[in-house]
């Protein structure tokens, strides 16, 4: 069972940085495409930015693009979500999630596997 510790949400002023991190623990991420997700109180679940698992694309959600950049680490073993311009629309939990297929999805039932979700709230 593959398990995921994520990190690095908080509350952070409009305009403000954060950096989301997902932990994969005793296994590498190189064999799975990653994507993160949020979910606002009474909103639907949203793909905000995947990547996949040849490390040669990246999806944005329109919303983020510019904004957002997803990436992982030489040793594969975390997924990061760099967030700047932070809005307060961006306030929601962010989970990062994994498929095996090499292909990006921004459906989130097509992901086998969760992390248990950091909270991220922008406000002043």
């Known amino acids: 069972q593959l398990q995921f510790v994520e990190s690095g949400g908080g509350l952070v002023q409009p305009g403000g940085s954060l950096r989301l991190s997902c932990s994969a623990s005793?296994?590498?991420?190189?064999?799975?495409?990653m994507a993160w997700f949020r979910q606002a109180p009474g909103k639907e679940r949203e793909a905000v930015s995947c990547?996949?698992?040849?490390?040669?694309?990246?999806t944005y959600a329109d919303s983020v693009k510019g904004r957002f950049r997803i990436s992982r680490d030489n040793a594969k073993t975390t997924l990061y979500l760099q967030m700047n311009s932070l809005k307060p629309e961006d306030t929601a939990t962010y989970y990062c999630?994994?498929?095996?297929?090499?292909?990006?999805?921004?459906?989130?039932?097509?992901?086998?596997?969760w992390g248990q979700g950091t909270q991220v709230t922008v406000s002043s």
């Open positions: 990547i996949n698992r040849n490390n040669l694309g990246q």
């Open positions: 999630a994994a498929r095996r297929s090499r292909f990006c999805s921004g459906r989130g039932e097509e992901y086998d596997y």
């Open positions: 005793g296994f590498t991420l190189d064999s799975y495409t």
